[in-house]
């Protein structure tokens, strides 16, 4: 499925019937793929539409990051708060 969706993403010029043929052969239904494909075109389209506008990320986005979305140095700042013992809230 994850192969489906990126290619569908980067190279959807590249897609062929063969892509959704493995998907039913991974036991995914007709109905599921659609599911598949509409969610990922959704995605690509609504980043496209807040690309083209210039629509910042809100905060909240930015400070919840993937890790491996962040620059090396947030990287080692991150791992090394999260080694750090939290207070107990009981």
Not at 10 to 33: K, N, Q, T, Y
Request: hydrophobic share 40%.
């Amino acid at each position: 499925m994850l192969t489906y969706a990126v290619k569908l993403t980067r190279v959807p010029w590249e897609m062929v019937e063969a892509d959704v043929i493995a998907l039913r052969d991974a036991g995914f239904s007709d109905a599921d793929i659609l599911d598949i494909n509409q969610i990922t075109g959704y995605y690509a389209y609504v980043n496209r539409l807040a690309d083209g506008l210039g629509v910042s990320m809100e905060a909240f986005w930015e400070e919840n990051k993937p890790r491996h979305a962040l620059t090396r140095k947030q990287q080692i700042l991150w791992s090394m708060n999260s080694c750090r013992r939290k207070p107990s809230k009981f």
